[in-house]
């Protein structure tokens, strides 16, 4: 059982840490933005489907 539960931790920890990767790759020509730089220029280029699985393989 013990097996089992750590290899599906393993899977999700995987499989969040692919959501986050779709969010954090912004491409060339990104710059920070704001008074203390939390704001990335190229959100807005970002295309849709990214949101929609990042937040399903979180999710799963």
């Known amino acids: 059982m013990y097996l089992v539960f750590s290899i599906l931790g393993l899977i999700g920890g995987l499989l969040c840490c692919t959501g986050d990767i779709l969010f954090d790759l912004k491409g060339k020509g990104n710059e920070k933005l704001g008074t203390s730089k939390n704001i990335d220029?190229?959100?807005?280029k970002m295309a849709?489907?990214?949101?929609?699985?990042?937040?399903a393989l979180a999710m799963i």
């Open 48 to 55: 849709d489907w990214r949101f929609g699985l990042s937040i």
């Open 41 to 44: 220029s190229n959100w807005i």
